[in-house]
């Protein structure tokens, strides 16, 4: 009896988590972190260049999410020493004007995550690529994630693990269902009319909610893409790689969940991230959770309806996933990060009410736990004695 009023203890608390499914979560909610780019000149930009990173800025200002870019403009000329220092890559730089990438700060990358000659082809190749595009399309038309996958080159290799992708995918599409007590915007007055409602469950964009996975494969290759590429290797290069094609879930705006190996791609690799994505969201902070932005650029705000309320989540455990770039720090619990500025902006007061009787069941379930641990410990050192 104990352990049964034990267990049903610790699912009410797991009971209490927001309904809306990752990979929606991350999409509605979940600001993309910034990367910063840095463009060094010695003397002025030409028009191309100029106007490029004017309209960048523009977007940025007007709308912060279009565009998850930090952009400066740096005079080479100007610099002191000790900036010179302050600058990745600086060093590296052999003509003028040139961009430095440099990684989110939670991703603990020191190196420039790219260095090139700055042109209008250039910069704009490091903003948007027709692969980008096209995941935006796909995520902002409701796709659950969208596979890519990179090519090796090797045709009978590539369509061995695109079968496996495939099988997997359509597997997962029939056997996961998405949470139940998820409610769109439209049935609000309907829920309500039933009871009480808690708006962590409400949808926040008129984004079809479907359980939907996607591959799209892209030529390593492809000149268009190489700046792409580069990010998502987070600056490595396709030789640096133990071997030269591998899978790369995406989801929420441009989120990638980790790279695993085309050698490694199996049945319950895929099908195991897929049900995570299409888990219910857990109380937390997005940079304590799988994955790594990439440089996307979509105005997402446009089909989300509320993008003022923004809660972070802490995403079910995920396993049994291999990645590529190991050389991650481990996450830190409290960790304070970038990603301050996506906790609560503002909340509606049912939301708020909802909140704290939430709070007030997880304290009653953790005192009554740490009582019972008490109750125990006590009797076998009686019995001990």
Known sequence: MLRTFTLSLLLSSFALSCQVPVFRYALERWQADKYRLQIIHKKPLVRGPQDLIDQAKSQSEANPSTLNLEIETIDANALTEAEQWSIPGLEMIETFPSH?????DDLNITEPILLANTTKSSLGALMQSP???EIIK???NGDSTVYLHILSGDKSKDQAVRKILDEALIEAQKSIS????VIRPD??????SQGEIDFEDVLRSSVPLKIAFTV???????PEEQEFIKILLKGKSMAQLPEPSFIAPIFGRGRCLGLIPASKVSRTIIIDQCQYLCNACACSVKSQNPGYDLVMQANWDKQIADSTVIIDKDLPELTGTGDFLSDDPPRKENQPSAQSENMVHSREPHTIQSSLKRNLIIA???????LLAGLIY????????
């Open 100 to 104: 430095v990438l440099t990684a989110p």
């Open 131 to 133: 692969a980008r595009s």
């Open 138 to 140: 796909r995520l902002l």
């Open 178 to 181: 998405l949470p139940e007590g």
């Open 187 to 192: 049935q609000i007055a309907e829920a309500q």
């Open 216 to 222: 799209l494969s892209l030529d390593p290759n492809s």
């Open 364 to 370: 009653t379930g953790m005192i009554s736990l740490l």
């Open 378 to 385: 006590y009797k076998r050192s009686n019995k001990q004695f």
